[in-house]
């Protein structure tokens, strides 16, 4: 890469990129290109290792205090009012849940214990991922600004809450490529029982060329919807009309320069490519029955086993960044969506595959290279919700999220939260896009080995 584009690339990412992670992700990335470039551009303190991103989203928001954050003063307390020093200044989604009664400590009826030489805090609902604990950097600390789902979700993808930024995995294949020739480099796969909220354009590329987009894969059928060529259409036939419409696009690309016809070219190119490899890549029947069940993965269904497995095959086939969607977090405390049958089905969903893919990772030589994040857009409260059963409403100021692989330290767990995990105390600082955009370097030098 040129180095004034290096340049440029880094500059336009940590200002408009919204999640501090992603700029660990890009600035791992790109060193790699900056090592080659002209005298100009600096050696990074850290060799890069990270090749690609695996992102397991967790959408609606999961709870920490159900997962990660063992609190003994908050399980004493259970049931008592919350101080009133803990709601000044503090803003809350759905508020009139609050002016009911006032707000109660919710302790967790889940039984925590520590796992791997590590040490690290995780719940029962969390048996699998408790097995692959040392792989594991535990962020406690995070924070973020907005509290409400579609645009917290864009405001972790882009660094703004309205629409039109461009996502981070559009900002790193944009920086660095892809090695894939066949498969895009930005794969988003979904599951659960709708989309997130925020859409497409949590993974759109805003005033980038649409050539950096995510790409949605279906997990059965056709990967993309009309990727297969019509009936009676043959190859020779299809390959003709193609040629054809590339020859009046680039025409009209050398009479105009528009960017976008020559993103257009690529995509019908991309697209005919796709239509062996695609294919190709969600048959699942091709791994061993070990790595199936290892994941719990059933060919040809749309779950986060077959989607974490897909993305393990990406990866290898030089895919650059993966982003899995799983829905159904938002705990509020209904009959479906509550901490009880609604959380530990949708722990359930995830557990088994983010560990397997993890080890997956591990055992093919694939993990130094791939970074894996795991997290939601915000946490929630220690204090329930007045609502039919157990549940907590959508908490911005601290919760927590982990990363794995791509040159993460493994086996620690940063930041700590006070008695009630309402926000980071003692020398914790919260971790937020903010900070870490101004000083990318400083941070991950705390977790790089």
């Known amino acids: 890469m040129h180095s004034s584009l290096l340049h440029q690339t880094r500059r336009h990412f940590f200002r408009d990129c919204g999640v501090g992670l992603g700029s660990i992700a890009l600035g791992s990335l790109l060193a790699r290109d900056a090592v080659a470039a002209p005298s100009v551009v600096h050696r990074p303190h850290f060799a890069a290792k990270a090749k690609s991103v695996i992102f ?52 967790t009826s889940r039984k925590f214990a520590q796992h791997g030489q590590s040490g690290a805090w995780m719940s029962e609902c969390l048996p699998h991922l408790g097995k692959v604990a040392d792989e594991l950097a535990i962020v406690r600390s995070m924070a973020t600004n907005v509290f409400n789902h579609a645009p917290a ?54 005033f980038l060329p649409t050539s950096y ?40 690309l050398d009479a105009t320069g528009d960017p976008e016809i020559a993103t257009r070219i690529a995509s019908y190119e991309m697209a005919y490519r796709m239509q062996s490899s695609a294919p190709e890549l969600i048959d699942l029947t091709k791994e061993t029955k070990q790595t199936l069940n290892m994941y719990g993965a059933e060919p040809g269904k749309a779950t986060f086993a077959n989607n974490c497995l897909l993305a393990r095959r990406l990866v290898e ?65 220690p204090m329930g919700e007045a609502r039919t059963s157990v549940g907590r409403n959508h908490h911005i100021d601290s919760y927590t999220m982990w990363m794995a692989g791509g040159g993460i330290k493994p086996g620690i767990t940063i930041g700590e939260t006070d008695e009630f995990g309402g926000e980071p105390s003692g020398v914790s600082r919260r971790v937020t896009h903010q900070n870490l955009k101004l000083h990318p370097a400083a941070y991950a030098a705390r977790l790089v080995s």
């Open 213 to 252: 987009q995510g790409v949605p894969f279906r997990s059965g059928g056709d990967p993309i919807v009309n990727l297969s060529s019509p009936t009676g259409i043959s190859a020779t036939r299809q390959r003709d009309v193609l040629d054809a419409v590339r020859d009046l696009n680039g025409e009209r």
């Open 317 to 381: 086939r030089g895919t650059r960044f993966v982003q899995l969607y799983h829905t159904e977090w938002d705990h509020h405390g209904d009959s479906v969506n509550n901490l009880t049958n609604g959380l530990d089905k949708v722990c359930k969903d995830i557990d088994q595959p983010a560990a397997a893919l993890i080890a997956d990772l591990k055992n093919r030589g694939l993990l130094d290279s791939t970074l894996v994040i795991w997290g939601g857009e915000f946490g929630r409260t």
């Open 153 to 206: 979700k864009i405001f972790m993808n882009t660094g703004s809450p309205q629409f039109g930024r461009p996502s981070m995995g559009s900002w790193v294949t944009y920086g660095i490529g892809s090695e894939s020739q066949n498969l895009p480099g930005f794969v988003v796969l979904q599951s659960g029982p709708r989309g997130p909220r925020g859409g497409v354009h949590n993974w759109g590329s805003g």
């Open 56 to 107: 397991l989203f967790m959408a609606g928001g999961p709870s920490q205090f159900e997962l990660f954050e063992r609190k003994p003063e908050l399980q004493r307390l259970n049931g008592q009012p919350i101080p009133d020093s803990f709601l000044e200044g503090k803003r809350f989604a759905f508020m009139n849940t609050f002016t009911k009664e006032k707000p109660k400590l919710l302790g």
